[in-house]
């Protein structure tokens, strides 16, 4: 389960810098994976849980690309459609309103220049799932921390019952508080950045919206986050869709800087 960048990272360290490859730590064995009665590893068994009883959350997890391209096609096949189009799969489609509609048009038609993924800028939120690199989660009685691959990142869930703030600065993963509702985590979010893309196909949020994800860990190896979004500047209604997690093994993350030798935003036109 190693991305191809990982390949890559290796063989330039094993060959510029002389580094053994368990110093990578890419293959240390993930600690306490189910076993199947013949050794197998079992991904369908029932979630760990924590100390307090809640399913625990942590781990490596990567979003699901073992499903068919868009119409578009697949420009990385290590990315799924929601991926390009996070509205792909909803039924009646999304939503937008007129203006918001207009925009994603013209970002579409732009081709992505306009991405500020493209320009090496946070992915922000639900959009970090969505994302071919590995996430670690890390869940602590009172927080969960998200430690994103990408750029070497990080976004933070608290849950020791403060308030979401009333009239916060804009951030790029805004400010989330999480509570429990029996099995599921329940993040709500705020404070986002106005002008934001949710997917390649520059699909907008916007300031005034509010985010909720519900992460619910099915079993030991799979992980469904529920994300609803209300965003009156964007949108006529509240819209949700279903972005689903895998757990990866005996890996870790790597650093990945998006800017480091970065070349593709000079063939933009």
Not at 46 to 72: F, K, M, Q, Y
Not at 182 to 211: C, E, F, H, Q, Y
Not at 234 to 262: A, G, H, M
Request: with cysteine.
């Amino acid at each position: 389960m190693q991305l191809g960048n990982r390949l890559s990272a290796l063989l330039s360290a094993l060959l510029g810098l002389g580094v053994s490859l368990p110093a990578q730590w890419l293959n240390y064995p993930t600690p306490g994976v189910p076993k199947t009665p013949s050794g197998l590893v079992n991904l369908g068994a029932p979630a760990p849980r924590s100390v307090d009883g809640h399913p625990d959350l942590s781990g490596i997890w990567e979003a699901d690309h073992n499903v068919p391209c868009p119409p578009t096609g697949c420009w990385d096949m290590r990315a799924g459609p929601q991926f390009f189009d996070i509205t792909s799969g909803l039924k009646d489609g999304v939503p937008l309103q007129p203006a918001a509609a207009a925009l994603r048009q013209q970002r579409m038609a732009a081709n992505g220049k306009d991405d500020h993924e493209t320009k090496c800028l946070p992915s922000g939120v639900p959009r970090m799932f969505l994302h071919p690199m590995f996430r670690k989660i890390v869940q602590l009685p009172d927080l969960l921390l998200f430690l994103l691959e990408r750029n070497a990142s990080y976004r933070q869930v608290f849950l020791d019952g403060r308030p979401l703030p009333v009239d916060p600065q804009p951030t790029w993963n805004g400010y989330s508080v999480g509570h429990w509702e029996g099995d599921t985590m329940v993040v709500k979010t705020n404070g986002l950045r106005d002008g934001m893309w949710l997917d390649r196909a520059g699909t907008p949020i916007s300031d005034a919206a509010t985010v909720i994800e519900r992460f619910r860990r099915v079993n030991y190896g799979n992980m469904d986050i529920e994300v609803t979004v209300n965003d009156p500047k964007s949108y006529t209604r509240p819209w949700s869709t279903t972005i689903k997690q895998f757990i990866v093994l005996n890996t870790d993350l790597l650093d990945y800087i998006c800017l480091e030798n970065e070349r593709d935003r000079s063939h933009f036109k």
